[in-house]
């Protein structure tokens, strides 16, 4: 099964393509996507549209993405829910499913501790996806997320927990 994982952002979204095959993780693809455009408007369209590229090259079967977590920077929390909102939009155009995790939930899963440090889930798939060299902290944060997903994401994802715990 083919997983895309996404990570929001307005700036920077990453993005991370994972293959599972019984409890084998490999990876495939990783890279960001990068807003250009004068307003707001033209930023979400830039996303929406590389996102599609993303889709159409990969051809991934089901989708994952981290749920919005509120800081103390409203206009921030709002513009990355409008990234996200865009992003979910285009998963579901293509017909993909699409698991949505906590940033805790993600860390806990792939580095063991929720409250881990970016460097940390960036080794931590690295030793989860031998050969991966992840573009940058965003697209590492996406490859975790679709991690996250082929361990918790469906029947198959039960398998992988109960192989794991």
């Known amino acids: ?36 455009g004068d307003d707001l408007g033209e930023r979400l369209l830039s996303l929406h549209n590389q996102i599609t590229e993303v889709i159409e090259e990969h051809a991934p079967v089901q989708a994952a993405i981290e749920q919005t977590f509120v800081n103390k920077d409203g206009a921030g929390t709002l513009k990355l829910g409008q990234a996200r909102g865009v992003a979910l939009l285009t998963l579901a155009k293509a017909g993909l499913p699409v698991g949505e995790y906590a940033p805790n939930r993600v860390k806990k899963t792939v ?55």
Request: proline share 3%; aromatic share 4%.
């Open 1 to 36: 099964m083919r997983i895309l994982g996404i990570d929001p952002g307005l700036r920077t979204l990453g993005w991370g393509v994972i293959d599972t095959q019984g409890t084998r993780l490999s990876h495939v693809a990783n890279g960001h996507c990068h807003s250009d």
């Open 111 to 165: 580095v063991g501790v929720g409250h881990a440090e970016k460097e940390q889930v960036m080794h931590m798939v690295k030793l989860q996806l031998p050969g991966c060299a992840p573009k940058g902290a965003d697209a590492a944060d996406a490859l975790a997320i679709a991690i996250c997903h082929a361990f918790y994401g469906g029947t198959h994802g039960r398998t992988l927990k109960e192989v794991r715990t």
